[in-house]
T-cell receptor, first 110, second 115 residues
Framework: QKEVEQNSGPLSVPEGAIASLNCTYS??????FFWYRQYSGKSPELIMS????GDKEDGRFTAQLNKASQYVSLLIRDSQPSDSATYLC??????????FGQGTRLTINP | DAGITQSPRHKVTETGTPVTLRCHQT?????MYWYRQDPGHGLRLIHY???????DKGEVSDGYSVSRSKTEDFLLTLESATSSQTSVYFC??????????????FGSGTRLTVV
């Protein structure tokens, strides 16, 4: 079992709709969770962090964490073509190392 | 921008030659990391450092070594490059006091091709 798993996609969403990205992790003691966005040919960019169960909202982005189910998700409301990118879920492991999922490629269709 | 510079940005090298990639930061952060990114594998940790001369292995460290003689520089060396080491290499720093605080900030990457 991979430590952090994501559906690689591609996920296609119409402009203006809600995009939902999901991630599961295997280390039950993990405490810190992150979502990165990566445009083609660019480096990953941190867009959300979440540490407690529940929802965390930042503009059009909402991160959701359920530690009991070992599940993290990212919702993007009012999706725009500029949101088309690969989204990487990452989890801190062993207090020092960030472990990444393989990423979900998201395409927003105008 | 957290002041991370990777060099070179692109490199083509021959199998069997040594290669050194450099990561330079300007903000005195303690933790630095080297990742490689390959299709289907996402980002995988090669080595990391938690201070000058303090380094440790990640999940894909075979064939790589690192050095950190100054806080600002973290070097990744491929002792004898192989085609399987063709990849995009990213350096990252942890901008919080502890790695768990704020995630990492990444450099622009080095695209390495081994022929």
């Amino acid at each position: 079992q991979k430590e952090v798993e994501q559906n690689s996609g591609p996920l296609s969403v119409p402009e203006g709709a809600i995009a939902s990205l999901n991630c599961t992790y295997s280390d039950r003691v993990s405490q810190s969770f992150f979502w990165y966005r990566q445009y083609s040919g660019k480096s990953p960019e941190l867009i959300m962090s979440i540490y407690s169960n529940g929802d965390k909202e930042d503009g059009r982005f909402t991160a959701q964490l359920n530690k009991a189910s070992q599940y993290v998700s990212l919702l993007i409301r009012d999706s725009q073509p500029s949101d088309s990118a690969t989204y990487l879920c990452a989890v801190i492991q062993g207090a020092q190392k960030l472990v990444f999922g393989q990423g979900t490629r998201l395409t927003i269709n105008p | 921008d957290a002041g991370i510079t990777q060099s070179p940005r692109h490199k083509v090298t021959e199998t069997g030659t040594p290669v050194t990639l450099r990561c330079h930061q300007t903000e005195n952060h303690r933790y630095m990391y080297w990742y490689r990114q390959d299709p289907g594998h996402g980002l995988r940790l090669i080595h990391y450092s938690y201070g000058v001369k303090d380094t440790d292995k990640g999940e894909v460290s075979d064939g790589y070594s690192v050095s950190r003689s100054k806080t600002e520089d973290f070097l990744l060396t491929l002792e004898s490059a192989t085609s399987s080491q063709t990849s995009v290499y990213f350096c990252a720093i942890s901008v919080g006091r502890e790695p768990t605080n704020y995630g990492y900030t990444f450099g622009s990457g080095t695209r390495l091709t081994v022929v």
